[in-house]
């Protein structure tokens, strides 16, 4: 297992599923697969995270205990999927190109 330093999970970090498990969500579980992005939502007292992944079917938040932290990476900005950072720059040369032209 791969150590990692539990504090980088705090509300409103991103995180990447490195390899699919299960979540701990009492009802209604889904299987996290990898390449799945979430975002922190909370941290209880117990340490456990409750992460919103952006399924294809939409937003869906699952709680995700402590020791299945190992599963997930925390994203910085630099890990950033290329595809995301494309789409932000075509929508941005699309609404230069758009107002170049006077629409």
């Given at each position: 297992?791969?150590?990692?330093?539990?504090?980088?999970?705090?509300?409103?970090?991103?995180?990447?599923?490195?390899?699919?498990?299960?979540?701990?969500?009492?009802?209604?579980?889904?299987?996290?697969?990898?390449?799945?992005?979430?975002?922190?939502?909370?941290?209880?007292?117990?340490?456990?995270g409750q992460i919103a992944f952006q399924f294809e079917s939409g937003i869906v938040k699952q709680w995700v205990?402590?020791?299945?932290?190992?599963?997930?990476?925390?994203?910085?900005?630099?890990?950033?999927?290329?595809?995301?950072?494309?789409?932000?720059?075509?929508?941005?040369?699309?609404?230069?190109?758009?107002?170049?032209?006077?629409?």
């Amino acid at each position: 297992k791969r150590r990692l330093d539990a504090d980088k999970f705090v509300d409103g970090v991103q995180v990447v599923v490195l390899e699919p498990f299960m979540s701990n969500q009492k009802n209604n579980r889904n299987e996290l697969h990898a390449g799945l992005i979430g975002s922190v939502v909370k941290i209880d007292e117990d340490g456990d995270g409750q992460i919103a992944f952006q399924f294809e079917s939409g937003i869906v938040k699952q709680w995700v205990f402590r020791y299945n932290f190992h599963k997930l990476k925390v994203q910085t900005t630099t890990d950033e999927p290329a595809t995301k950072r494309q789409r932000s720059n075509s929508w941005f040369m699309c609404g230069r190109r758009a107002a170049a032209s006077g629409a």
